[in-house]
């Protein structure tokens, strides 16, 4: 088990890396939820939904293009 979520983990890591949102957005589901820790609010950002999230990571590499 451990093995596997690592390989899951080093291939999200990798789609990041490879700056593909189409990639990265495979690993979440249509009512997935994603909290960032960044944002305006107290606790950061909150993503709804695969547009949102779709959204959020795609100005996440526009506008970090080390991230």
Known sequence: ????????LQDFLDSYNRHSVDDVMSFFTDDAVFES???????GRRFV???????????????SPDV
């Open 37 to 43: 820790p960044t944002g305006t609010g107290p606790n």
């Open 1 to 8: 088990m451990r093995e596997h979520n690592e390989a899951l």
């Open 49 to 63: 939904g695969k547009e949102q999230i779709r959204a959020a990571v795609a100005e996440r590499f526009l506008n």
